[in-house]
């Protein structure tokens, strides 16, 4: 009998959003009548933007004449979206990144675990806890393992991320080889200072170590002296990867289209300790296991550049952090302690002393009808903790508010 990989009976099953289902079923079949709001959502709900759509019809159009039509494209991605890239998401905020060095994706969630192929067993990981789970079962899936008692396997060392160091991870106590960051943070909603980005840059520089930069909400920064981009860090091309998405940047959760930056001058050691450029092996990556996002939707992505696109893409982005400023301001109004919602869509509530994430989860069902995210979901720091998201209409936010306002604690 064939063996399965092995590594996937290390994970273990998540059941957060399994569970939250079954609550809320629960809770609905007892009260019939419940309307209930949900802010746990972690997708957008506005339509696309009317650029997007015109471009991707149109898109749709050429695919359907035989003069315009087109099958594969480049599996980097096209030259007009690659320069379009470039030159709107780093040349404006002075950074140089070659359209050679982006690489168009179906969204940063398949590149997030795909860049584990490029990236040797025995690394050792560093992880914030709370994260953003694909990029812990990634590298179980990988064969990386949280086993301190496996010691023949490099181990996963966890970024403590709670109230007490402002959610921020301290530089590792021991050296590690690949570190993970995502800014603005899912879930609480956080960010890094220019300060703060340039410790774990040189700690790269000084370790050796690769770090690997999620910045899938890096459109929701609003003050001015946050970075965008790490690139914006000097010598950062030499030591990081920048994975962006334009899911919720454009609204893309459901047309798919992401992209990956490896900079030319990224390189890692082979075994016979030679200097190997990471570009040339994600290329060859790509070339031999991806054919590349669809046309469409890198059309679609493109008008994103357009001045109407981008007028159309901040308008979407601005309704959902005014969301969020409310959800932040009602709460802190309320006597909560609260992270996030200023540079992202997501609000990091504390629960009352004493109280579990599940418990404050099962507190706002029962006497708000409110659905929010268990914060244990994104790590044991995470309990305590509930993650709530800008992303839900203007009006269910304030009716949220107000119900929140007459909650009994
Ligand atoms: N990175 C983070 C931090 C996310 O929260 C998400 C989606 O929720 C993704 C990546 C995935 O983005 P995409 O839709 O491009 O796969």
Redesign the pocket.
């Given at each position: 009998m064939f063996k399965i990989n092995e590594n996937y009976n290390r994970l273990t099953d998540s059941y957060l959003f399994s569970t939250i289902a079954h609550k809320v079923d629960a809770y609905l079949n007892n009260n019939p009548d419940a309307d209930l709001i949900r802010l746990g959502i972690?997708d957008v709900t506005l339509p696309l933007a009317k650029s997007v759509v015109e471009a991707m019809t149109n898109a749709v159009c050429q695919m359907g004449e035989r003069s315009s039509f087109r099958g594969y494209g480049p599996e980097q991605g096209y030259d007009f979206l690659r320069k379009a890239i470039s030159d709107h998401d780093y040349a404006a905020r002075g950074v140089d990144i070659s359209p050679d060095e982006i690489f168009i994706s179906d969204?940063?969630?398949?590149d997030?675990a795909n860049i584990l192929d490029i990236i040797g067993l025995d690394n050792s990981v560093a992880l914030t806890d709370p994260v953003?789970p694909?990029y812990l079962d990634s590298n179980i899936m990988a064969g990386r393992t949280t086993d301190l008692h496996d010691k023949s396997r490099p181990k996963i060392v966890k970024l403590p991320c709670m109230a007490c160091n402002g959610f921020v991870p301290q530089l590792p106590d021991k050296p590690v080889d690949i570190i993970y960051l995502?800014y603005p943070n899912?879930p609480t909603g956080t960010t890094l200072t220019r300060e703060q980005m340039k410790a774990w840059v040189n700690y790269a520089c000084k370790n050796g170590a690769l770090i690997i930069y999620?910045s899938?909400?890096e459109a929701y920064i609003t003050e001015d002296d946050i970075p965008h981009s790490i690139y914006e860090i000097e010598h950062a091309k030499r030591v990081a990867i920048e994975?962006r998405?334009?899911?919720?940047t454009a609204g893309?959760?459901g047309v798919?289209c992401?992209y990956t930056v490896v900079p030319n001058e990224l390189a890692g050691l082979s075994n016979d300790g030679k200097s190997i450029k990471l570009n040339r092996l994600w290329n060859r990556r790509q070339t031999t296991k991806f054919n590349g996002a669809s046309y469409i939707s890198q059309c679609g992505a493109f008008a994103t550049y357009s001045s109407r696109g981008r007028e159309e893409i901040q308008q979407s982005i601005r309704y959902y952090m005014s969301n969020a400023r409310k959800l932040r301001e009602a709460l802190r109004d309320r006597g909560f302690e609260v992270a996030g919602g200023i540079n992202a869509p997501y609000i990091w509530l504390r629960a009352p002393e004493g109280m579990s994430s599940w418990q404050m989860f099962e507190l706002l069902l029962q006497q708000c009808q409110i659905v929010v995210t268990p914060g244990i979901g994104f790590g044991s720091e995470g309990d305590g903790y509930i993650r709530l998201t800008a992303f839900n209409t203007h009006e269910n936010t304030c009716r949220a508010i107000e119900r929140l306002n007459s909650l009994i604690i």
């Open positions: 972690g969204g940063a969630k398949s997030i953003y694909v995502c899912n999620d899938a909400y994975i998405s334009f899911s919720k893309f959760t798919r992401g």
